[in-house]
């Protein structure tokens, strides 16, 4: 089976800019509206049995496969719309070969029956973290805009978990004492994350020609989404710095 790829940027700007940005935003976008998200964040059970079997299948079949995917699930609390969650799973580390943007394996889909926690827990995860954000989304041809802030977090994770994040957390400091991040104040800045819808990688189903060589005429693997991704970046240059996520993650002494 083959894996489906998202190609994404990540930034933050201060609250002086939101409107400006926002503008921006909308005039290059199909669809917008507002985000009211509950989310909640797994990390791999580590005592679990290499063996075990889990209700995934083939997707993960040991604890080694389970700590390079994270996952977590969301929904829209307003209670105005339906209770269905989004189940996300991406791997933990981006592709070494990209600098420019951020690339990964990653999957969404919808469960609108059951529970959705309850399944996570099946594929050998527990619950670790759950954040409150509040923002924007825009639609904009292959890209999905997500502008927002977090509103309340509860941290009983690992500091390797959070690393595995968009850099989004990095301004919360963790408490020692009560094992929860503190709530930014009204002048924390708004993060921005830019994202394709994934999508499988095109130089997987490249033709090898006469000589059983890749054709190196084939389309660059996913040159359209990075090129959309870029092209956001370029058109904001000025009023937004957006980057990949860091590709080595640091010791944890590092960040105490």
């Known amino acids: 089976m083959q894996a489906s790829y998202e190609v994404s940027l990540y930034g933050s700007f201060p609250h002086a800019s939101l409107d400006h940005i926002l503008q921006r935003c909308a005039l290059r976008s199909s669809s917008s509206k507002t985000i009211n998200w509950r989310e909640i964040l797994f990390e791999p059970i580590r005592n679990a049995s290499a063996n075990a079997p889990t209700a995934s299948g ?82 904009s041809g292959k890209l999905v805009i997500h502008i927002f802030k977090i509103d309340r977090v509860k941290n009983t994770c690992s500091i390797e978990a959070y690393l595995s994040l968009p850099v989004v957390f990095s301004s919360f400091q963790i408490s020692p004492e009560t094992k929860e991040i503190r709530r930014a104040s009204q002048d924390e800045p708004w993060q921005i994350e830019v994202k394709t819808i994934p999508i499988r990688n095109v130089a997987a189903t490249a033709t090898p020609n006469s000589a059983n060589q890749p054709d190196v005429s084939a389309p660059m693997p996913l040159k359209e989404q990075t090129d959309a991704v870029l092209e956001f970046k370029s058109i904001m240059k000025g009023h937004l710095d957006l980057g990949p996520l860091p590709l080595i993650i640091p010791p944890k002494e590092s960040l105490r």
């Open 58 to 139: 083939q997707l993960m079949t040991d604890s080694t496969r389970r700590d390079q995917v994270c996952i977590s699930c969301r929904r829209d609390v307003d209670p105005r719309s339906e209770v269905v969650w989004t189940f996300y799973a991406h791997s933990k580390r981006p592709e070494p070969s990209r600098n420019d943007t951020t690339v990964r394996q990653a999957a969404y889909m919808q469960i609108v029956a059951g529970d959705a926690l309850s399944f996570a827990s099946a594929l050998g995860y527990r619950r670790v973290e759950e954040a409150h954000k509040h923002g924007y989304e825009f639609e």
